[in-house]
């Protein structure tokens, strides 16, 4: 069993992953997650609807070769710290 990058369990919870402990050696041990963030979750319901407009689509990725998964994540946390802000007042 190896780590895999997958950014942990969404909701919290605990696993066992092999952690590097300095040595060059790896240990067993269990990690508890505590789950997503808000800003986490208001990014992903914002993407969600990102996602269902089909206007963004028209407007597409800038002529930058970028994917369109890399240009419209980092809208979608700009749309969630907006939305954090907001709620702060």
Known sequence: MSHTPDGG??????RTEKIPDGSGS????DVTYYGMTLLDYFAAKALEGMLANSTIWKLGPPLTGESIADW???QAYEVADAMLRAREK
């Open 9 to 14: 369990p969404a909701f919290g919870g605990k």
């Open 26 to 29: 790896h240990q067993w041990i």
């Open 72 to 74: 419209i994540a980092p």
